[in-house]
């Protein structure tokens, strides 16, 4: 559908794991996003199915990207899968509560 960074931000709205509705518009930009404003970090995670369960993944796919989130089983953003991403993995973000 081409709308996965609107539906990963509306789903950490909605569960309260951020406060406020990201602004930026892509998903390459969801990762410097979440750092900055939302108390996330990027964790040194290389493989998508390492990711710990509500972590948020940045993949490259030209200038938009695609973004997910890790459910206990697979990945879900404006679908669900439980299969690898074709595009590669940038970087994985979490917050965790102290």
């Given at each position: 559908?081409?709308?996965?960074?609107?539906?990963?931000?509306?789903?950490?709205?909605?569960?309260?794991?951020?406060?406020?509705?990201p602004?930026?518009?892509?998903?390459?930009?969801?990762?410097?996003?979440?750092?900055?404003?939302?108390?996330?970090?990027?964790?040194?995670?290389?493989?998508?199915?390492?990711?710990?369960?509500?972590?948020?993944?940045?993949?490259?796919?030209?200038?938009?990207?695609?973004?997910?989130i890790r459910?206990?089983?697979?990945?879900?953003?404006?679908?669900?899968?439980?299969?690898?991403?074709?595009?590669?993995?940038?970087?994985?973000?979490?917050?965790?509560?102290?």
């Open positions: 559908k081409a709308r996965c960074w609107q539906y990963v931000k509306t789903a950490l709205v909605e569960s309260g794991v951020i406060d406020s509705y602004r930026s518009n892509y998903a390459t930009e969801a990762g410097d996003e979440l750092v900055q404003n939302y108390g996330f970090k990027k964790l040194p995670i290389h493989d998508q199915f390492a990711a710990p369960v509500g972590a948020v993944l940045v993949f490259g796919h030209g200038t938009e990207g695609h973004v997910v459910t206990k089983t697979g990945f879900v953003s404006d679908y669900w899968t439980s299969n690898r991403c074709k595009y590669p993995l940038v970087a994985v973000y979490g917050k965790f509560s102290s």
